[in-house]
């Protein structure tokens, strides 16, 4: 079944505000945390609206909710700090906390997939190199923008958005976020453009059918 039933949805839903609510209860920097959980927020209320004449493939609905748990743990600890960045940084001999990669990762795998079944469930462009072109973009413009409300952060909130910012004293850290969203969605498009074109039309059925 390629979107999930309702009641999964509300079931994943739940546990995701159960989560948020226990990422918020004692973060390091509770206007890190705020700012970080913010797209949760935000998404959480539009995907469970339009789940009705929208609904979106099991893989992304799933990919979403994989994606709010890295912010939410990036959140509570701040991504400096998560124990994971410091397992990993040992493991690869990293001088520093690389978490807030994983997230940028993310950052570029999701919106891809998101991007590429709006533009083929709204027929506005057939799959070939223009489509895989216009997502890349499109992962571009939201890591940029992300990087752009960072520096508006900064310049708000002066030093209080060092937590939020976690350049880590890298002085390329906008640049390789931005290569890190890059890959994610080069991620998407070779390791799961198949699986989701499956997705897709067993969706397209279904809803040609009822």
Known sequence: MPTP??????IGTAVLVGLLALSGAHPFDRTTWALEVL?????????????????????????????????????????????LGFFLADLLDLKRNPYDKIGHFFQGLVPALVVREILLRGNFIQ????????????????????????????????????????????PWDTQSDMFFALIGGFTAIVLLSNRHDRQLQELHEIRRVT
């Open 5 to 10: 039933h309702k009641s999964y949805l509300l």
């Open 39 to 83: 797209p949760i927020v935000i998404a959480l209320p539009l995907l469970y609206r339009t789940h009705s004449r929208f609904p979106l493939t099991t893989l992304l609905y799933c990919l979403i909710f994989v994606h709010a748990l890295v912010l939410m743990l990036g959140a509570a600890y701040t991504y400096a700090r998560v124990p």
């Open 127 to 170: 799959r070939g190199k223009m489509l895989i072109f216009l997502v890349l973009c499109v992962v571009l413009a939201i890591s940029a923008t992300y990087e752009l409300l960072e520096w508006a952060s900064a310049i708000v909130l002066g030093q209080g958005a060092d937590e939020f910012l976690g350049t880590q004293g890298d």
